[in-house]
């Protein structure tokens, strides 16, 4: 069974960082490319960042470019994402998804989510 | 950005009735159009993929087609278990873009 456990959200002041943790399960970790997608509170759906499956590939959207960072480690099946001078319109619902090598390249399994608030 | 835009946003519909959301995509995409269910406080759930590919698990009462620009996402019999909202995704290009979501709800 696939598993995806996000960890690491929480409160943080406006500039402040987190780093988010993503435990995958249960599927060929390394076969699979990995994304971080958002959801603002009441909003839609948001893609941040994506890494390949070896990880030597990485992308983001622009409104986190430069402060975001994802890596992945392949001998613990986790992916990470640090944010760095995070801003009020950062706060949502981060949720941690697995990338299949199929066409159409869909987020297939999804983990439940983690909150991160940025306010002072 | 490939922005994407679906219609109708919201909708009321009864049981058993037939549903149909569209997506529309700002530029070319081939069939590289992702469809997902979403209900309140849960992750999203992966429907189709590549278009018309019904995602192992997924009920046969959800179908996608399309093309190009267009896109369907069609319920043939709605059931109280299918109302949600539904976002259309498109991986054609980087970045990844969603749908801005159609919310079907009980008429």
């Known amino acids: 069974e696939v598993q995806l456990l996000e960890s690491g959200g929480g409160l943080v002041q406006p500039g402040g960082s987190l780093r988010l943790s993503c435990a995958a399960s249960?599927?060929?970790?390394?076969?699979?490319?990995m994304s971080w997608v958002r959801q603002a509170p009441g909003k839609g759906l948001q893609w941040v960042s994506s890494i390949s499956g070896s990880g030597v590939n990485t992308f983001y959207a622009d409104s986190v470019k430069g402060r975001f960072m994802i890596s992945r480690d392949t001998s613990k099946n986790m992916v990470y994402l640090q944010m760095n001078s995070l801003r009020v319109e950062d706060t949502a619902v981060y949720f941690c998804?697995?990338?299949?090598?199929?066409?159409?390249?869909?987020?297939?399994?999804w983990g439940q989510g983690i909150l991160v608030t940025v306010s002072s | 950005d490939i922005q994407m835009t679906q219609s109708p946003s919201s909708l009321s519909a009864s049981i058993g009735d037939r549903v149909t959301i569209t997506c529309r995509a700002s530029q070319r995409i081939s069939d590289y159009l992702n469809w997902y269910q979403q209900k309140p406080g849960k992750a999203p759930r992966l429907l189709i993929f590549a278009a018309s590919s019904l995602q192992s698990g997924v009920p046969s009462r959800f179908s996608g087609s399309g093309f190009g620009t267009d896109f369907t996402l069609t319920i043939s019999s709605l059931q109280p278990e299918d109302f949600a909202t539904y976002y259309c995704?498109?991986?054609?290009?980087?970045?990844?873009?969603f749908g801005q979501g159609t919310k079907v709800d009980i008429k």
């Open positions: 249960g599927f060929s970790f390394t076969n699979n490319a």
């Open positions: 995704q498109q991986s054609y290009g980087i970045p990844r873009t």
């Open positions: 998804a697995k990338v299949p090598q199929v066409r159409g390249d869909p987020f297939e399994y």
